[in-house]
C-alpha cells in the first residue's frame, strides 16, 4: 500500500476557527448532551489516528 504524502498535503488543510466567536459560548453555553457527543467525537478522532499508525507498522498492510 503505497501513500502519496505530496497528494494528501495537497488535499487536506487546517481546520480554520477564525470566524468562530468563542466568546458567544458564556452567553449561550452549549448544553450537557452536545458537550457529551462533542467530547465522544472528539476522542473517536484522536483513536483513529492511533490505530492508523498501529495498522502501518504492522505486517498486515
Known sequence: MNFA???YKR???RLEVD??????F????????????LRYMHD?????VC???DLLLT???
Open 19 to 24: 470566524d468562530i466567536d468563542f466568546g458567544a
Open 26 to 37: 458564556r452567553v449561550q453555553p452549549l448544553d450537557e448532551a452536545t458537550l457529551r457527543c
Open 11 to 13: 488535499q487536506t488543510n
Open 44 to 48: 473517536i478522532e484522536f483513536h483513529t
Open 59 to 61: 505486517p498486515a498492510h
Open 5 to 7: 504524502i505530496e497528494d
Open 51 to 53: 490505530y492508523l499508525r
